[in-house]
């Protein structure tokens, strides 16, 4: 076991180190944030000065070096638009995420797994065809044209919800909704799939065969096994918890972890970027983790394939 | 641009006595919700660091200048908070302060608060931070310094400035160190916003300063949340009567269909930076329309001389005389701007060249000079992006069609961001601009061309006859020779050895309730003091 959480830590570490030296690549070589920040409309002299101050015009791998030098330091460095620590202004924006991401995953655990188990148990019914259209539509609608009819409809038809902005809880509804529908379709989706995959295996038939109610075959062995693909697809949702809501915090005007993701790529702000980016590769690499937990739980065989584990 | 002492004391008078009476009323003024694309793009609310079009918006709800442009009216010159202003010679104002103005933090406005607002403290120093600054803690960033661009800010509005003299306790005098005759105009620039003194020694730091700046303004900040809203309260000892307005709160929305969706709600009461394609939108509304119009900044094409096809001036002429800017302005501004004498502004008063000619839409002498120019089809290129400015995407795509009419071969290359328009490779030949003329003379604009601008500072156009006719527009101290000098500056920048393309002036619409009597400004600026609101 210990070999095995060494071994995902290690490789937890170089694919932090890979996102963060891509990033940094990425957005140093693609646009100049003295110029962006500044905008054109700044006279040149402030723009060199800006450049110059923020050691923009020192050689890319000099900076490079600044930087991994003061990450190891523990420093994340400062935002290039308004000076201040990178976490603390990365930090007061993962609550507000939180408050859409966390009823969002919710809203998809509740009406994504119980209505996939429900539609593969009632294969080929107008129930099962009824989910698998709601699953198709939340699948391939995009986002922000999901968001954009809730507002029409909610907000400016019916007049019963803002249309953006995050001072209530009423603020939340629509894009609570937005991402929760998306969500539960894909859940939905995976999980029937993978019922109806477990419920035609010999062992279900056995089980039955044996005189065991169908409830508790269905609980007992079926459950279970369709279990592994939906807790992967709830990993990745688990993973972009914090940054998994760009587009809709954009639609919605909410400020959270995503706009300011968009905000600060646009702007080549490299600490905030990076923060971020650090942030959620931790959340990714902590959910997969738990994800590979979770798969020893559910099958044991798992558990003793990995290295070190039961023999 | 000489401003006559007579012509403020009137323009000051009815402007300012009528809102005082105000100050009784009860407390039942309205708080409002506007929405904006962007408050700030720097993240401060300090015009010494935000140089945007969004800025002038925002610090024209909280800070005041010593003259202003009277925006919702004739646009010519008003005083703010000098109540009168007097040429001493060509390199000397004299200002007379209004009597009594009290800041946001409760002070009596004072010469000193003048002197410091220009002084080196907040506006002509800058500290360079440490090697590494954005991962460094420990950059500078916690001092009063402010950024090393700051001075460059300054020096760019007020070129040539020397010194503040106190007269006495209600006179300074404002001297520069060359002559400039539009010495008036630049000191209605916010970034000769004046602040106070006590507040910028009590921050702990320049930032901390930038998000909380105390002026004389209608409204003070409450609270900023960057990159969400900002939180404007009623200043209730405002010096021009009780603002009408008890809160402004401008949040950062982005998406132009949820200003617009807010709008309709009733979640927002302005919404503003609305392209003209959604004015119908709107305006299908019985409570809510869109106001707007016409603003002191021209859309224009930049011409990168260096490029091999654009070096021959023969075809950069051909391109100007194969626009169809008025098909433009009708078909995507719906006529709701219109096509400058070149660039220039009628708000320039003498110096505006009613006669000025500039090139039209000829597609047969494009032509014929494409083919002096012995033209072989090469490709230009044409950085874009996408819709920084209102319709830009389908403007150039208008252009490009006219070019092709003529035989020119132009390419559209999409691109994120500025840097990577302006990167100096030899494919760079056409981007888009716009020239902001932040004060009634055309030496605001012209700036634009001149040594240390961006498009000589980049090498898109540089031309020594042209930066001598702005030098002499500048500098010059005779109005008919800096006429002249203006129009050899258009001559040469226009049409000899053409530096760009005037589009159309450029807009800006605002939806807002019906009701509300407000009138927008010919700029950015969002005046909402009491005579602007029923």
Known sequence: MIRFIVSRLARAVMTI???MTFSFIVLRLSGDPALIIMSPDAPPEAIAAFRKSWGLDDPIWLQYFHYFAAVLEGEMGRSMRDGRPALQIVGERIPTTLLLTLPALLLKVSIGIPSGVYAALHRNSRIDRLVMSFAVFGFTVPSFVLALVLVLVFSVWLGWLPTSGADSWRHAILPVVTLGLGGAAVLARFTRSAMLEILGQPYIRTASAKGLAWSAVVRAHALPNAAIPTITVLG???????????????????????????????????????????????????????????????????????PGGAK | MLIHRRKVLIGGASTFVAPCFAIAQSDSRPSITIAVQKVATSNTLEPLREVSNVGQRTFSLFL???????????????????????????????????????????????VEDVAFSFGKERMWSGAPLAPGA?????????????????????????????????????????????????????????????????????????????RRTIGTGPYRIADYKPDNMLLLEAHDDYWGGRPPIKQIRLVETPEISTRVNG??????????DLPPDQIPTVEK?????????????????????????????????????????????????????????????????????????????????????????????????????????????PTAQILVEGWKEIGLNVEIEMKENWSQVL???????????????WFPDPSASSAAFAPGAQNWMTKQWQNDDGAAAVLALQTGTDLAQRRAAFRRTLEIVEIQDPGYIVLHQNGTFTGTRKDFKWKPAGSFVMDMRSYNWA
């Not at chain 2, 310094?145 to 070129?159: H, L, R």
Request: charged share 20%.
């Open chain 2, 64 to 110: 005041e200048s010593l003259l202003d442009l009277d925006w919702i009216g004739t646009m010519g010159m008003k005083p703010m908070l000098a109540q009168s202003v007097r040429r001493i010679d060509f390199k000397t104002l004299e200002l007379k302060l209004r009597d009594n103005v009290r800041m946001h933090n409760g002070d009596v406005m004072s």
């Open chain 1, 17 to 19: 180190f890979l996102v």
């Open chain 2, 285 to 393: 509304s019985t409570k809510y329309h869109v106001v707007g119009g016409k603003i002191t900044n021209i859309r224009m094409i930049s011409f990168d001389k260096t490029h091999s096809v654009l070096q021959d001036p023969r075809v950069r002429q051909a391109m100007t005389w194969s626009v169809d800017r008025q098909g433009i302005v009708d078909a995507l501004w719906a006529g709701r701007t219109s096509v400058p004498r070149g660039m220039q502004l009628e708000f320039f008063g003498d110096m505006y060249l009613s006669d000025w000619q500039s090139t039209g839409y000829d597609l047969a002498k494009a032509k014929a000079l494409l083919k002096e120019a012995g033209y072989k089809g090469d490709p230009i290129s044409y950085q874009l992006l996408n819709n920084y400015y209102t319709a830009q995407v």
């Open chain 2, 134 to 210: 954005y991962v460094n803690n420990n950059s500078g960033l916690a001092t009063k310094t402010p950024p090393m661009e700051v001075p460059q800010i300054a020096q760019s509005s007020f070129p040539g400035f020397e010194k503040i003299e106190i007269i006495d306790r209600n006179t300074i005098r404002f001297v520069n160190k060359v002559p400039d005759l539009a010495l008036e105009g630049r000191l209605t620039r916010f970034t000769g916003a004046i602040v106070s003194q006590r507040a910028f020694n009590d921050s702990p730091n320049w930032m901390d300063w930038a």
């Open chain 2, 263 to 272: 709008l309709l709600s009733g979640d927002f009461d302005f919404a503003c």
């Open chain 1, 236 to 306: 990745f949702m688990v993973g972009s918890l914090l940054a998994g809501a760009v587009v809709v915090e954009s639609v919605f005007a909410w400020p959270g972890v995503g706009r300011l993701l968009v905000v600060a790529v646009s702007n080549r702000d490299l600490a905030v970027v990076q923060v971020i980016l650090l942030l959620v590769a931790l959340t990714m690499v902590a959910a997969n983790f738990m994800v590979d937990l979770a798969y020893g739980i559910f099958d044991p065989r798992i558990k003793q394939a990995a």
């Open chain 2, 423 to 437: 990167e100096p490779t030899p494919r760079r030949g056409l981007c888009d601009g716009s020239v902001s003329a």
